[in-house]
C-alpha cells in the first residue's frame, strides 16, 4: 500500500478499506508515515467525509493501536461518562462522585483541555497534592476501595488518538464527524468499562455547532460502541450557553463542589442529575425514577461530596479544600467586565468564551503552556437575563494584567444584547439509545 492513494482516495472521495485504515494508523504511530501526510488525510477526511464502515475501522484501529486496559479485577460494574467538550463544563467532576456513591465503579481516564474546551484533569491538579498519573495497579485499588479515581490518559491506550489528536489541533481538523467519533470511541474502548454515557454537546460552545450534526455524532458513537458490546446511551445537551457561571479550573472544582453540597446553579445540577440518573439506569440500578430519586438524595446527604472527599485523598490531595473550597486561592488581577447597553443577552459565541478564559491563562496556547489555575471567568448574567447598561456581565481573573483587555473585548463582542427577551430553550435535547 501506498499513503499517497490513500490520501488520494480518500480526497477524490472513495471509501477506504478496513486494511487501508489498519495500515495507515499502524504506519503513523510506528513513525513510518509522516505527519505531513497523516495531516492530508486528515483534511481530506474532514472535507469528504467518511461512512458509518469506515468509522467504525478508524475507532476499531485507534481501540487496538496501544494496550486494552483489563480492569476485570475491579469487583462490580464499571460505568464511564464522557462528554464532547464544551466551555465550563463541570459534570464529570460532580457526576463521577455522584454514581460512585451509589455502587458503581468509575475508573475514569479524562483527558487535557483542547482549544477552546476545558479538561477533567487539568480541573483537578487545581486541587493541592491531587495526582493524575498513577500506577495501574494502584489506579485500581483506589477504584476497589472507594468506588472512583480519576487520572489522565494512560500513554499506553489508543496511542493513535494522542498522535492524531496533537495534529488535528493544530490544522483545524478537530471539528469532523468521523475524526471525533474515533478519538473518544478509540480511547473509550480501550477503557474497559461496561456501561458509557455520552454528552454530546451541541451549539456555538461544542465542536459540532448545530443539532443535526451532534445528533448524528451521538448516533455513530452510539452504534460503534454497541458493535464493540458495550451499554451505550447519549444525552444531546446544549452548549449554546456555558454551564454553570464558573469557566477555569480551580473555578470550576469550587462550582463543582457547591453542585455537590447542593447549591450548584440550576443548569449545571440540572445536567448533573440527568447524566447519574441515566448511568444508573443503564447499570440497571432502577427505572429512571428511582435513579433519579437515589441521585438526588445522595446530594442532599453529602454522601456524593464525602466520595468525592475520599478520592481526592486516595490520589494524593488535600480534601479540606474540598470541604472548605474557599480555600482555593483568588487570581492576582480581577477585572469586571460591564454591560454597554441595556437589554436581554439573546445569544452568547460560547466558543469565544472559553477562548476569552484561554487568553487570561486557564487553558494552553501551545503544548508546553502552564496552566494559571486560578485564571477564569465568574459570569454574573447568562442568555435569557436582563442587564442594564453599567451592569456586571462578568469578572474576569488572571496572574497577569497583560490578558485581561483581550478577554474583555472577545467577551464583550461575544455577548449579544437585544430588547427582546429570548426564548428559553430546554438543556436537554435528546437521548439516543
Ligand atoms: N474529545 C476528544 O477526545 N476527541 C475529539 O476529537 C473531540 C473531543
Known amino acids: 500500500m501506498r499513503m499517497y492513494e490513500i490520501i488520494q482516495k480518500k480526497r477524490d472521495g472513495g471509501t477506504l478499506s478496513e486494511a487501508e485504515i489498519r495500515w495507515f494508523l499502524e504506519g503513523y504511530v510506528a513513525g513510518e508515515i509522516p505527519d ?13 467525509g467518511m461512512s458509518l464502515e469506515e468509522t467504525a475501522a478508524l475507532t476499531f484501529a485507534v481501540r487496538d493501536s496501544g494496550e486494552t486496559l483489563d480492569l476485570s479485577d475491579i469487583k462490580g460494574l464499571r460505568v464511564d461518562k464522557h462528554s464532547t467538550g464544551g466551555v465550563g463544563d463541570k459534570t464529570s467532576l460532580v457526576v463521577a462522585p455522584i454514581v460512585a456513591s451509589l455502587g458503581v465503579k468509575v475508573a475514569k481516564m479524562s483527558g487535557r483541555g483542547l482549544g477552546h474546551t476545558g479538561g477533567t484533569v487539568d480541573k483537578l491538579e487545581a486541587i493541592p497534592g491531587f495526582k493524575t498519573d498513577l500506577p495501574i495497579d494502584e ?29 488535528r489541533d493544530v490544522t483545524a481538523t478537530v471539528d ?5 467519533v474515533s478519538s473518544i470511541m478509540g480511547k473509550k474502548l480501550a477503557a474497559d468499562d461496561d456501561c458509557i ?13 448545530t443539532l443535526e ?8 458513537m452510539v452504534e460503534i460502541g454497541k458493535r464493540a458490546g458495550k451499554r451505550m446511551r447519549a444525552l444531546i445537551t446544549d452548549m449554546d450557553r456555558p454551564l454553570g457561571f464558573n469557566i477555569g479550573n480551580s473555578l470550576e472544582v469550587v462550582e463543582a463542589i457547591e453542585t455537590l453540597q447542593g447549591k450548584g446553579p440550576e443548569d449545571l445540577t440540572e445536567l448533573c442529575v440527568a447524566l447519574s440518573a441515566n448511568i444508573l439506569e443503564l447499570a440497571e440500578k432502577g427505572s429512571y425514577a428511582e435513579c433519579e430519586r437515589m441521585v438526588k438524595e445522595a446530594i442532599e446527604s453529602g454522601t456524593a461530596l464525602d466520595t468525592l472527599v475520599k478520592m481526592v485523598e486516595a490520589q494524593g490531595g488535600n480534601g479540606d479544600w474540598i470541604r472548605h473550597p474557599e ?18 443577552i439573546t445569544h452568547v459565541d460560547t466558543e469565544s468564551y472559553g477562548v476569552a478564559s484561554l487568553l487570561l491563562g486557564a487553558g494552553r496556547n501551545t ?23 453599567g451592569e456586571p456581565i462578568a469578572i474576569l481573573y488572571s496572574e497577569k494584567e497583560s490578558g485581561i ?29
Open 327 to 344: 480555600k482555593f486561592p483568588t487570581a492576582k488581577y480581577s477585572h469586571i467586565v460591564l454591560s454597554r447597553k441595556s437589554g436581554y
Open 367 to 389: 503544548k508546553e503552556d502552564v496552566i494559571d489555575m486560578a485564571a477564569g471567568i465568574r459570569l454574573c448574567a447568562k442568555t435569557g437575563d436582563f442587564v442594564a447598561e
Open 139 to 167: 489506579f485500581k485499588k483506589i477504584v476497589n476501595e472507594v468506588g472512583i479515581a480519576i487520572v489522565g490518559q494512560n500513554a499506553t491506550l489508543a496511542p493513535a488518538d494522542k498522535l492524531l489528536y496533537a495534529l
Open 176 to 180: 469532523s464527524l468521523p475524526l471525533i
Open 197 to 209: 454515557v455520552l454528552d454530546v454537546k451541541t451549539g456555538s460552545g461544542s465542536f459540532m455547532k
Open 36 to 48: 505531513y501526510q497523516a495531516a492530508a488525510l486528515c483534511m481530506a477526511i474532514y472535507f469528504r
Open 213 to 220: 450534526k451532534s445528533r448524528e455524532l451521538a448516533e455513530w
Open 405 to 433: 483587555e483581550g478577554a474583555e473585548r472577545r467577551l464583550l463582542e461575544a455577548t449579544q444584547i437585544e430588547t427582546t427577551a429570548p426564548k428559553k430553550e430546554p438543556l436537554i435535547l435528546g437521548i439516543v439509545e
